[in-house]
């Protein structure tokens, strides 16, 4: 299974720090784990956290842009899956902390 997240902290391109340990932990979830982070940070190209996972950095001005762009970020990816896989699943998750 590949998954796809949408999210927001860029402390996920922080070694050690609390979300980039719980995403190597998601590595053992699916064959592939792509995460869109829709927030501004000095990352600009794909970051792989491991052999499995890649972070998808908006890279945009501003909060609101770079949540447009997750959107449009996050369908290329599903297109890509689905032309290699022929089939298109996808679940929406909601994580609230706090």
Same mark, same amino acid.
């Given at each position: 299974?590949? &998954? *796809?997240?949408?999210?927001?902290?860029?402390? #996920?391109?922080?070694?050690?720090? +609390? @979300?980039? !340990?719980?995403?190597?932990?998601?590595?053992? *979830?699916?064959? !592939?784990?792509?995460?869109?982070?829709?927030?501004?940070?000095?990352? %600009? !190209? @794909?970051?792989? #956290?491991?052999?499995? @996972? =890649? &972070?998808?950095?908006?890279? %945009?001005?501003?909060?609101? +842009? +770079?949540? &447009?762009?997750?959107? =449009?970020?996050?369908?290329?990816?599903?297109?890509? &899956?689905?032309?290699?896989? $022929? #089939?298109?699943?996808?679940?929406?998750? +909601?994580?609230?902390? $706090?």
């Amino acid at each position: 299974m590949k &998954i *796809l997240f949408i999210g927001t902290d860029v402390k #996920l391109f922080e070694p050690k720090s +609390s @979300v980039h !340990e719980r995403f190597l932990g998601f590595s053992s *979830l699916g064959e !592939e784990v792509h995460v869109v982070v829709a927030r501004p940070s000095t990352q %600009k !190209e @794909v970051y792989r #956290l491991s052999s499995n @996972v =890649f &972070i998808h950095p908006t890279s %945009k001005n501003g909060r609101f +842009s +770079s949540f &447009i762009k997750s959107f =449009f970020v996050g369908f290329k990816i599903l297109r890509e &899956i689905e032309n290699l896989t $022929g #089939l298109f699943q996808f679940k929406i998750h +909601s994580n609230k902390d $706090g």
